[in-house]
């Protein structure tokens, strides 16, 4: 289910509420690694791709305790992360996300 959609890099684009999650979750805890990420493999990997050409996030060197790549947003993803709270918090998005009414 998606909450919005917008136009990126020259398309109109639909941001899945998946999407929306994880670029608060790098933006709440300021960087992941894939271990710090519970989605599988192939998700986590989809995910990081598209955000980097996206230019939403960059990687941001290698983790000394766990050797994995660390990626952190660009100044473009921390504004969408911004804009993303403010509509979640607007929406009352935190409290049980939505979905449950969407499964009623």
């Known amino acids: 289910m998606a909450l919005w959609g917008m136009e990126w890099g020259g398309k109109d684009v639909i941001i899945s509420r ?4 994880y670029i ?3 933006y709440k ?12 493999r192939i998700s986590y ?3 990081i791709w598209e955000l ?3 230019g939403v996030i960059r990687e941001d060197g290698i983790d000394k305790n ?11 993803g921390r504004k969408m992360a911004e804009h993303i709270d403010s509509l979640y918090n607007l929406i009352g ?3 049980g996300d939505g979905e449950e009414e969407g499964k009623k």
């Not at 998946?18 to 999650?21: C, F, P, S, Y």
């Not at 805890?29 to 599988?40: A, E, I, P, Y």
């Not at 766990?66 to 473009?76: A, D, F, P, S, Y």
């Open 45 to 47: 990997h989809q995910i």
């Open 24 to 26: 608060l979750n790098i």
């Open 29 to 40: 805890q300021g960087v992941v690694t894939r271990s710090t990420q519970h989605l599988s």
């Open 93 to 95: 998005a935190y409290e």
């Open 18 to 21: 998946r999407r929306m999650k």
């Open 52 to 54: 980097r050409d996206k």
């Open 66 to 76: 766990n050797h994995q790549k660390r990626w952190v947003l660009t100044e473009k």
